[in-house]
């Protein structure tokens, strides 16, 4: 298997999409593009043809793009399977332990339903990469519209199960509001407090804070720390289970 060679494209408001190149073969795929014309700029610069795109969910913001890159490019489309009625132009759709070929870069789909019920996850093991689209976030998560804590909390586990040196690329940058927040919660963290500095020194720059590690994000994140003596004792729930932890935090997280 490949690596792929991996671009942030800005657009809209503050959405991600990201540029996947496979040197080996000249494939490319973008993941999300919830508009056409940045993706467009970014692959004439390249001077690369569009292959793919690879959705995570059904959300405007994520799929917005999908018709005029189909009509400009010629691109497939592969989604998730669950949220095939959602999405107009899919041409594939997967579901959890199947994969994606992108040349000879192979992604695997993990099933993260939470965000959305039908939430996928695109992992690249030999870069290694993950793009997690609304659940995992830098120090968040995404909001539950359309599932439980228990589902969510699930979904999370997996990915924080990941090598800790996985690369993480989230669909938003939401980091510095997440900082703070999180310092609300986990407050005498200071790998916590180091980064939440280095954060707003990023954002200063108008500098993504993206990608982060799955590693960083179990030392800083509160959302994948349920377990932690620390949060559970900020929260005063020392014996509950750790998907109710992580519902309070996210509970207290969209009443902030």
Known sequence: MARVEIELVPLLQDNYAYLLLEPETGSSAVVDPGEAEPVLEALERRARRLDWILITHHHGDHVGGIGELKRRTGCKVVGPRSEFSRINGLDLTVAE???????HAVAQVIETPGHTSGHIAYYFPENPALFAGDTLFALGCGRLFEDTPEAMW???SKLAALPPDT???CGHEYTLAN?????AIDPDNAKLVARA???????ERGEPTIPTTIGEELET????RANSAAIRGQLGLREEPAAAVFAEVRRRKDNA
Do not use: C, K
């Open 97 to 103: 332990g199947e994969s994606v070929a992108l040349g």
């Open 154 to 156: 699930d979904s999370l």
């Open 167 to 169: 690369r993480v690329y």
């Open 179 to 183: 900082a703070r927040f999180a310092l």
């Open 197 to 203: 500095r280095r954060i707003e020194e990023l954002r």
């Open 221 to 224: 994140n509160p959302f994948v």
